[in-house]
Structure formats: C-alpha cells, structure tokens
C-alpha cells in the first residue's frame, strides 16, 4: 500500500480543502508498510528506501529501495549465544540497546516511560527517521494509553511523548495505511482509539469497531476491511467493513463463523448485531459465530490475515481471496515446537512471522518463509514477563519490542517495563 500523507485524526471526514492542507504539511511524503512498519520512500538514513510490505510496492519479497535489502536472512540465523550486557541471547552478529524502562525518562524529552509495554508499531519520519509507537497495558490511573519514541536518522533517540490517555489496559493495537496507530483496550468495555503518531492531533475514539476486550486491530486498505482480535478463552475474530476509504468512524462490525465447525475451513461473515455490546456481549450475539482460543497479534499482508491465540498455542492464516482459514503453526503438533505462549506478532515483508511469547522461554521466535522455525532473540533473567510490540525499522535491520514487566515479573502493573531494539542483518 502506498501512503500520500499522514491523515489526522481529528475529524473522522476530512473534506477537500482540509486534504489539500494535509497534503502540504507532510510536504507530499510517500509512505510504504514495510513488516509492522510504515516507511517513507527516498528518505535519508535508516529509513532510506524501502522493501515494500503489506501490499506495499514491493509484494512480500519487496522491491527494495536505495540501501535497503529486500532478502530475508531470518531463516539462516542461530544459534542464540550467551546472554549479552542487557541480559538478551541474540545470534552472532547482532547488537542490542534498551531504548526506554517504565517509570524513568527517555533520554532528556520530559516523558517518563509508561509501565507495561504492549503492542509497538515503527512510522518514518520525514527527516530519514523514525518512530517507534507502544501501547500501555496498565489503567489510566498510572499511565494507560500510548507513547512514542522518536530516532534521528542515525538512531539517536532524540524525543519521546504521550499520544493517547485516560484510556484502560491498551493492549496490541495496529498500524493503519493511512498512518495512524490503533490502540485497543483489553476490558470488557474496550474500543479502540485512533491515534496520531507524531502526536500532533487529539487521539479519536472508534466506536463502531465495537466494544468489546479488543486485543490487536490490522486493516486491509484495498478492501476497506479492518480485522480485530478478542483476547478471551472464547474470544472472536471480528472484521469491521467500514464505509468510506481511510474513516473507521462509520461501518458494519461482523464477526467470523468457520463452516463445519473447524477449526480450519471457509469462513462466513455475519453482522454483529449490536456493537455496543448494551445488552449482549459482542461474541455471543451471533449463535453460530466460532470461538477462538484467546485472539492476540494480528497482522494484514497481501492477501492474508495472520493472527495467533495464545489458549492453544497456534498461528492461523485468513486469505481475503479465497475466505479459507488455515493453521500455519500448532505447538502441539509441529515437529520443532520451540514456539509458546504465542502473543504479538508482526510479518517481514518476505512473509516471516515473527511472535513473542508471553511466558514460554521468552523469546522473539520467527516462523520464517522458508520452513525452519528459529529463534531470533531470547531474555534472560525475565521469566515472568512477556515479549510485546515486535516491530522491525524501515531499514529491516533492526528489531524493536518490549519485556512488559521486566526483572518484576510478579508486577502486574509493569512498573519495570523494558524497550529494546536489536541490530544485525534480519535482511541482507
């Protein structure tokens, strides 16, 4: 998909006039989806070029840019080695730097780190460099919401601040095609919120996206189609057909039924008949709706839809094409099940799914596009944490995330929350 600007957010209907203001403002900046990252085109530094992405230019194996590699290299990687100064196991050739803790200031910007990391997303910036959006999995009473990092063109972190907050347990969340991040609450009255990276604009609640424990939001641009996950032992998978290109402020909620009982086969669309959820909850206002095992990460790439629950332990894919819902990955039954605990994910722009675990042995784990299913990063001395808001830069070497609640596993508040970024050859 390619993006023209940065649309606000703060008026769901952006007339003509107001379009052209925007086009001006961003000075005409072209945008790619490149993994769980919107890149700009012809920027300097590490977001220079780009290896094309979910529908982007370049189709899964992307057409590259200037300086940018467009060959996974994540198939080929391992073993982990020992423990590095910041406690990660990481394979040779690869550096790693803790970009921002919970509870203390990011470099000189003013904004302290908010407590539990959640799902994490990476935007260009004009400049060549970039932002890396996190959601807080913790109530609005200690912070909620959602904050931003912000690189140079070199990776210096040079700014952080707040994009959304008095808002509940934000978990996942999504990037939009457009340029905005979606932050979706994990509470029985949770919605999601649309927010503006460079926080700039006030974030703008989207209620017709239904109320419900959201986990994870990815939208299909080309369809007008944005697919939402429910992290419940019997959550649903939900699509939201919104009306008008690039306005989620309007549509028709639905959620996913698959034919036969499953769990694999043709999916059927059914209306939602209340999305407000007032009397009934959203998952069981239509009877022959399917249940799924605790929906988490969830992530739109040519065609299909990528989306684990953590309940059983698997990854499914969705093709739009075709409506067919398969199993790409089941601890149970894979021959090298290194892969539990299955929680965020995001997609390289050569079809590697890469998922944190939520407990497990605390791992980045990659279900690469060739086969092998690898380890790519492991933390160490954290075992009662969770990996959160796998996202990779727009120069595809480097990888961010989050230990949601750090060395104080027991903190449910995740008062000690860890960002990391991992550096090394992802892509060659």
């Known amino acids: 998909m390619s993006i023209k600007k940065l649309v606000p957010i703060v008026d769901p209907v952006i007339d003509p006039a107001r379009r052209e203001f925007l086009r001006k403002s961003v000075a005409g900046v072209g945008w790619m989806i490149v993994g769980n990252t919107l890149s700009q085109c012809g920027s300097d530094g ?37 423990p590095d100064e910041n406690g990660l196991r990481l394979p040779v050739g690869f550096t790693s730097r803790v970009i921002a803790r919970s509870n203390m200031e990011v470099g000189s910007s003013g904004y ?10 990476v935007l260009a910036t004009g400049d060549g460099g970039w932002l890396y959006v996190s959601d807080s999995e913790s109530p609005s009473l200690l912070t909620g919401g959602a904050g931003a990092v912000r690189f140079s063109s070199s990776g210096d972190v ?70 939402l996950t429910e992290d419940l032992g019997d959550g649903r998978l939900y699509r939201f057909v919104y009306d008008a290109p690039e306005d989620l402020s309007a549509g028709e909620l639905q959620v996913a039924e698959v034919i036969g009982g499953g769990p694999e086969g043709l999916v059927e669309w059914h209306t939602v008949p209340d999305p407000s959820a007032q009397s009934t909850p959203t998952r069981l206002q239509v009877p022959d709706s399917t249940p799924f095992a605790g929906g988490e990460g969830i992530w739109y790439q040519d065609n299909v839809v990528y989306f684990a629950t953590k309940g059983d332990n698997r990854v499914w894919t969705y093709a739009t094409d075709t409506s067919m819902l ?19 994910l995001v997609v390289s722009p050569a079809a590697d799914v890469i998922v944190g675990e939520d407990g497990g042995d605390m791992q980045v784990v990659a279900i690469s596009a060739e086969g092998p299913i690898v380890p790519l990063v492991q933390v160490t001395g954290q075992d009662l944490s969770e990996v959160t808001g796998p996202a990779f830069g727009p120069s595809l070497q480097r990888l961010y995330f989050s230990s949601q609640r750090g060395t104080e596993g027991l903190d449910i508040l995740g008062m000690s929350g860890i960002t990391y970024e991992v550096s090394g050859p992802f892509f060659i």
């Open 46 to 82: 590490d977001g220079m070029g780009g290896a094309g992405g979910a529908g982007g230019s370049g189709g899964m194996g992307g057409s590259g840019g200037m300086g940018v590699p467009t060959m996974s290299n994540i198939a080929n990687l391992g073993p982990l080695q020992d």
């Open 112 to 121: 302290v780190w908010h407590n539990a990391p959640d799902g994490g997303g």
């Open 158 to 227: 040079i700014d952080a601040y707040q994009i959304l907050s008095g808002t509940n347990l934000n978990c996942a969340g999504g990037l939009t095609p457009w340029g905005t991040w979606l932050s979706c609450e994990e509470t029985p009255t949770g919605r999601v919120w649309e927010c503006d990276p460079l926080g700039e604009n006030e974030a703008v609640v989207r209620p017709a996206m239904g109320v419900f424990e959201h986990e994870a939001a990815t939208v299909d641009g080309a369809n007008q189609h944005a697919y």
């Open 326 to 344: 398969t199993i790409l990955y089941d601890a149970a039954t894979s021959s090298t099940p290194i892969l539990t605990g299955v929680d965020n």
